[in-house]
């Protein structure tokens, strides 16, 4: 079993930003992909990003390409996600998620899952 804790959601104006991160108290074993979901109000949980954990590659959804980056930090077993230049449709609660090998962005496809972190944006 895989535990994911996230921190670093919050209020913030239109234009603003924020860092939420994912902790990964146990050991991240080389072939997992990290990702980040999000779900507002009164629909799907949608792909924001990925990471493979060995080689760092990353994969975003054209929504938010260009404003958001996700990186990990090898040493703190951590997965951030930067988001820049937010709008109030970025408005969703962001979920942390794993799945063992293979880059995806299917959510069903990822098996482990954060408690979700509330991201709200203002106009």
């Known amino acids: 079993q895989v535990q994911l804790v996230e921190s670093g959601g919050g209020l913030v104006q239109a234009g603003g930003s924020l860092r939420p991160s994912c902790a990964v108290p146990?050991?991240?074993?080389?072939?997992?992909?990290m990702g980040w979901f999000r779900q507002a109000p009164g629909k799907e949980r949608e792909f924001v990003a990925s990471i493979a954990w060995s080689s760092g590659t990353t994969d975003y959804a054209d929504s938010v390409k260009g404003r958001v980056t996700i990186s990990r930090d090898n040493a703190k077993n951590t997965v951030i996600l930067q988001m820049n230049s937010l709008k109030p449709e970025d408005t969703a609660v962001y979920y942390c998620?794993?799945?063992?090998?293979?880059?995806?962005?299917?959510?069903?496809?990822?098996?482990?899952w954060g408690q979700g972190s509330q991201v709200t944006v203002s106009s």
């Open positions: 998620a794993a799945r063992r090998l293979g880059r995806s962005n299917v959510r069903d496809e990822y098996i482990y």
């Open positions: 146990g050991r991240i074993l080389s072939t997992y992909v």
